[in-house]
């Protein structure tokens, strides 16, 4: 086999082509934002409404807690809080993709809960009334994230996430505005 030596002008190269995609990074390392967002859960059903922080501890790593309440649907009630972490993959100066990587706490509150054990209780004497109940879960998430830069400081998002929540997983859709302080 001929193998060729990696010659000083390709060296050169690969030296250009990597600065010159590290360029295309903007210099966001130590900087906070904030934003809003929609978004739709798949099991709960319904649209959600939120905020979120972000900060940056390097140029490419993105921490972002968010808060989402769901509207209600009959009796049931659903926020949620999470913690996300990004990374960023610049495509060009002004959009990028990220994989996310999180951690959620929900709250499920059904203020016409029956429990399944009093359905066919004959000492009940009916049907049971409802009453009111709440699950806490804690779920991680597994996604991807698209960013458009609309102008200086300003930017869209849409992001697709897993979350793996017990009894309660599902995917869930978001779309968003923020923007750096």
């Given amino acids: ?9 390709r060296l050169i190269l690969i030296g250009l082509l990597l600065l010159s995609l590290s360029a295309l990074q903007a210099q966001f390392e130590g900087t906070p934002g904030a934003g ?11 649209p959600g409404v939120g905020v979120h922080l972000h900060y940056y501890p390097t140029n490419n790593l ?8 769901y509207l209600e649907a009959g009796s049931m009630q659903m ?12 495509l060009s100066p002004a959009t990028s993709l990220y994989p996310i990587v999180g951690l959620q706490y ?14 066919y209780d004959p000492a009940e004497g ?39 929540i017990k009894d309660y997983s599902q995917m869930f859709f978001m779309a968003g505005f923020g923007f750096w302080l």
């Fill in 36 to 46: 809003v967002h929609l978004g739709y859960a798949s099991a709960a059903k319904r």
């Fill in 126 to 164: 009916g049907m049971p009334m409802g009453e009111s109940h709440t699950s806490h879960r804690i779920g991680t998430s597994l996604g991807i994230g698209y960013q458009h830069d609309i102008r200086y400081r300003v930017r869209a998002n849409l992001e697709f996430k897993y979350q793996f």
């Fill in 79 to 90: 926020w949620m809080a999470e913690t996300d972490l990004h990374y960023i993959l610049p």
């Fill in 1 to 9: 086999m001929n193998k060729r030596p990696i010659t000083r002008r």
């Fill in 106 to 119: 929900s709250n499920w509150n059904d203020d016409n809960w029956i429990d399944p054990s009093r359905l």
């Fill in 62 to 69: 993105r921490f972002a807690p968010s808060f989402t309440r």
